[in-house]
């Protein structure tokens, strides 16, 4: 899942029919001012300045001001930018028009099994988080289109009348065509509302989450996709990331700060039990990470030396169930490679280091990892007969 | 008994190198249940018309590859299953193209990284179709003693160790591929083992769900429990509680979901799986995933590790109502065996190979070539040249500083000799007629012989026979008239006694200087003595020179025409390049050149 800032989601509803106010995005007060000399509307009308991050709360953070005037959302703009929230520095501010409107509606679209859910309510902004149950629901199988009759049956069973029905089901409709073609597997649009002057419906606020597997049949995806989870990728991440798009296989890393058990785990499926080993036996969790696929050696050393680098770690886990076909005995000597390199860097002091392994050629990878308690380090090696998660029990004392 | 995979499955795979990759482990597999290899067919447009060679026990079977599905299941018609290993971005229609085949019932996707909307379009069409849509992501599917499809169950010593040559009573079900190998082996040592496993892929939408096989197993009287290896994110879990619970089953479920740790993480962490992800409303964590499927009546662990217990209580309660009873484990001597490469053979001492080729000077088996046994590296370190390398390939001996300075002087002085001599001409002509360097200077080099620099190896034979048999010089020119002909070495086109070389006489002079015994040289000068006073260009040349002193120091016969070839070898080279870098023309001889002695035009008489 692939989380898209307001900006570019609004740019794809607009790409769908889909009427979204006003709106620009600047990365200085200069550049809005000049912008301000080309756009009637940032002159004329009122604005709305957001800082445009994939952050959380930004109204409780004072990153959006409604109501503006132009010089008062210059001065916003100035305000916003450079803010620190965490790990995230506001790069970016989005300044729309404000629709005036009397009533505010939601509308959405989510994946599901099946294909997808159209999801329609009469209420809008916070309203609709305290009546869930007003949400109605359209399901509509992969590969269809829902006819204009259904959207039109959603929007009566929403509580919708009349003309403001058959918009409605309008609405729906061409939010299902950008969810559809855009490969998106989440669109939210909240509010939806009747633009005073003309009674046409305008998008306010977009959430917009796409599939990133897709993005080779999307050449006019030209956005980057936003950090899933409320700050910015770390240095290091993004190095891993770099190498994993590089190669065969898949090396993955996230860092999570305060934790003292590092984890360099083999395995999508085996990596979250060792995860779970660990939070279970009380254990803090310094990062997540993973590799599978068979991936290089050079790969995997890359990904131990992070791991190594993290701070204040007094264990790691080198657990994997038995490998179909990642080669144990190459992937553990990236995994060693990086071992000698933090070793000779003056870390892993203290640090005891957990071993479990199998598959191909495991013996032969065992017995490298078992050598390195030669030099010195405090490694303990064990092998398929020792069930998966145990060396977790062993690292945190409970076994 | 089983379920999707069995002894009649035949297949056609769709893919390149990992297709050819899984079908190699598919053929281990088979080898060792003692059945046919169950890939028929390849399909990859690129290699269409080619084979594929697939190792089966000791030999190699040749497998085709095609064009398209219609034409594998056109040619093979008892294929009836796909295993696809296209890219992403054209997977979706590889798998439409597979579930659109009238005679393919299952098709398998290993493709990782399918757009969610494809894998929910390829399902919808194999429902549709009455057809199986297993993955996309998948690792594969195997069922005990009967069929393996894809990677799954790893290498053939983990077949072994995990009994996959015979059939359990166990079911496994899991997203993730490395715990399908796992949950193989645990079911292997903590009970009787499995009848299929199946890989169903980490995505957020695997194309058939748990509930899809469970019911598959639920029909197959062989499986008595099934384990489901399950994690945080998507329903998939709460519909197998679901069809749990529903009604009572036959088979016995056991249980672990994942992700837990999700609790204690920043939210919206993505796993390495697609699938495991948390709902936007919390639903799908792992702890609802777990407390579901207990509720339905499945035997759900607190951990992984619990769950080797758990399935060991299982199965001796199994054993205990007489649901099954326990197999006679085969004794080591038994267990199924593959043969080895020879590599592997010879390392543990299991087979003896007769070689071919025999060295006695070098080896670059390690990290650097060893000369006669001396790393390169350290002899350049230590400050040996180009000659001791020449001496240790071509007389398996360290030569002193003074033979090695010898040699030097000897490249040096017959590296060229201009472009009209028989080498450089025939290079300078290969060079204009846009030959390359290799086929040119070998050109070149091809014209030493008797008559051009390849005297030297005679003159040495000679010379040798001459000072071993302690022959006078009139004895040795009587000698060589009556067996052999004009001396090999004695003799030059141009140079003459008053016209000398001065090629010979700095190499002669050097050599004396060194003040070493030298008798080859001392005979030949003695000879030239003799031959230059009959006929003033019968001088010692400089081949005859070289063999000499060569032969002096101690350098075996068969070697000498070496030092000419290595040497004039820098000169041809030279000439190529130099000719490339002028970009020369094609050279044509003009027919003044030519003295043209044939007969005369006539007329061709009528054919007989």
């Not at chain 1, 000597?333 to 071993?355: H, M, S, T």
């Not at chain 2, 260009?537 to 075996?556: R, W």
């Amino acid at each position: 899942m692939a989380k898209v800032l307001e900006g570019p989601g609004m740019g794809l509803m607009k790409k769908w029919g889909i009427s979204v106010p006003n709106y620009v995005i600047v990365s200085s007060a200069e550049q809005f001012e000049q912008l301000a000399k080309a756009h009637d509307w940032i002159r004329k009308g009122k604005l709305v300045a957001k800082a445009h991050e994939a952050l959380g709360s930004r109204f409780k953070l004072g990153l959006v001001k409604v109501g503006l005037d132009a010089a008062g959302a210059k001065a916003a703009v100035r305000g916003m930018l450079g803010r620190q929230v965490g790990s995230i520095t506001v790069s970016q501010v989005i300044v729309s028009e404000m629709v005036p409107h009397k009533e505010e509606y939601y509308v959405a679209v989510k994946s599901t099994r099946e294909g997808a859910e159209i999801l329609a309510a009469n209420c809008g902004g916070i309203e609709v988080e305290s009546n869930w149950d007003r949400v109605k629901k359209l399901r509509v199988e992969v590969g269809e289109t829902p006819s204009s009759d259904a959207l039109e049956k959603l929007a009566k069973e929403a509580g919708f009348t009349k003309e403001l029905a058959r918009k409605i089901a309008g609405f729906a409709g061409k939010l299902f065509a950008c969810f559809d073609n855009e490969d998106a597997q989440y669109l939210e649009v909240n509010p939806v509302v009747a633009r005073e002057s003309d009674g046409e419906l305008v998008a306010l606020d977009a959430v917009t989450l796409l599939d990133a597997d897709a993005k080779f049949r999307h050449s006019d995806w030209d956005f980057l996709f936003a950090a899933e989870f409320g700050r910015a990728y770390t240095k290091n991440e993004l190095e891993v990331m770099g190498v994993d798009s590089k190669i065969k296989g898949s090396v993955k890393f996230i860092e999570i700060p305060g934790g003292d058990t590092a984890m360099l785990p083999a395995g999508g499926g085996a990596s979250v039990y060792y995860s779970d080993a660990v939070v279970a036996r009380g254990g803090k969790l310094a990062n997540y990470a993973e590799y599978s696929g068979d991936p290089p050696d050079w790969a995997v050393e890359v990904l131990t030396e992070k791991v190594c680098s993290l701070p204040g770690i007094k264990n790691i886990i080198v657990g994997g169930a038995i490998a179909n076909f990642t080669d144990v005995k190459k992937t553990f000597g990236g995994i060693i490679a990086g071992f000698r390199k933090a070793k000779a860097e003056g870390k892993l002091n203290g640090v005891k280091i957990w071993v479990r392994r199998g598959g191909p050629r495991e013996k032969e990878g065992l017995d490298a990892m078992r050598a390195l308690r030669e030099e010195g380090f405090d490694i303990h090696v064990y092998d398929r007969h020792t069930p998966l998660t145990d060396i977790a029990d062993m690292a945190l004392q409970k076994k | 008994m089983s379920i999707l995979a069995n002894k009649d499955t035949r297949v056609v795979i769709q893919g390149g190198a990992a297709g050819l990759n899984a079908a190699r482990r598919m053929a281990e597999f088979c080898y060792m249940i003692k059945q046919p290899l169950n890939v028929d067919a390849f399909v990859y447009p690129p290699d269409s018309g080619k084979t594929n060679e697939v190792p089966y026990g000791s030999g190699l079977l040749t497998i085709p590859v095609y064009k398209s599905v219609a034409e594998a299941t056109a040619k093979h018609p008892q294929v009836n299953t796909s295993l696809v290993y296209i890219g992403a971005d054209r997977a979706c229609t590889a798998g439409m193209e597979a579930l659109n085949d009238h005679q393919i019932q299952l098709v398998s996707m290993i493709t990782e990284g399918v757009p969610e909307k494809d894998a929910k379009l390829l399902a919808r069409h194999a429902t549709k179709l009455g057809k199986v849509f297993n993955g996309p992501s998948s690792i594969g599917i195997i069922s005990a003693g009967a069929c393996r499809l894809g990677v799954i169950g790893g290498a053939f010593d983990n077949l072994v160790a995990c009994k996959l040559y015979r059939e359990g009573s166990f079911g496994v079900i899991t997203k993730s591929g490395g715990l399908s190998n796992e949950i193989i082996w645990i079911c292997s040592q903590f009970a009787d083992g499995i009848t299929t496993a199946i890989g169903i892929g980490g995505d957020a939408y695997p194309g058939t769900d748990y509930v899809s096989y469970l019911e598959k197993f639920e029909q197959d009287p062989q499986t008595k429990a099934v384990v489901i290896v399950g994690e945080m994110g998507g329903d998939l879990e709460e519909r197998a509680a679901e069809w749990c619970g529903a009604k009572k089953r036959r088979i016995k479920l056991l249980a672990v979901v994942s992700g837990f740790c999700q609790e204690s993480l920043p939210k919206g962490m993505k796993f390495g799986h697609a699938g495991a992800k948390e709902g936007m409303k919390g639903e799908g964590s792992a702890r609802s995933k777990s407390e579901a499927l207990k509720k339905a009546g499945a035997i759900v662990p607190d951990t992984f590790g619990a769950l080797g217990p758990a399935i060991k209580q299982v199965y001796e309660d199994l054993v205990k109502s007489g649901q099954v009873r326990p197999i006679p484990e085969l004794s080591p001597a038994d267990l199924p065996k593959l043969p080895k490469p020879v590599e592997e053979g010879l390392k543990t001492g299991e087979v003896m190979v007769v070689p071919i080729i025999k060295t006695t000077i070098s080896d670059d088996r390690g990290d650097e070539p060893l000369y006669d046994g001396y790393p390169a590296s350290e002899l350049i370190n230590k400050g040996y040249e180009i000659p001791h390398v020449i001496g240790l390939l071509w007389d398996k001996r360290l030569i002193s500083k003074q033979e090695a300075e010898i040699i030097k002087r000897i490249m040096m002085l017959s590296a060229d000799h201009g472009p009209c001599v028989s080498g450089a001409l025939t290079t300078i002509i290969a060079a204009c007629a846009g030959i390359g360097m290799s086929q040119a200077v070998a050109a070149g080099l091809i014209m030493i012989g008797p008559r051009f620099g390849g005297a030297v190896t005679d003159a040495g034979r000679y010379f040798k026979h001459a000072v071993d048999n302690k022959m006078s010089v009139d004895d040795f020119l009587a000698y060589m008239k009556k067996n052999v002909g004009p001396v090999p070495g004695i003799g030059h086109r141009v140079k003459s006694v008053r016209n000398p070389d001065k090629r010979v006489k700095e190499l002669v002079s050097y050599v004396k200087s060194l003040g070493i015994p030298t008798p080859h040289l001392d005979f030949a000068l003695a000879v030239e003595k003799v031959t230059s006073a009959k006929k003033d260009n019968l001088i010692l040349n400089v081949d005859g020179t070289m063999a000499a002193v060569l032969v002096d120091i101690g350098f075996p016969v068969d070697s000498l025409n070496g030092f000419f070839i290595l040497s004039r070898t820098i000169g041809l080279i030279g000439h190529w390049v130099d000719q490339k870098r002028q970009d020369s023309r094609l050279i044509r001889l003009f027919d003044y050149l030519v003295n043209y002695a044939a007969p005369k035009r006539r007329e061709v008489p009528p054919l007989k």
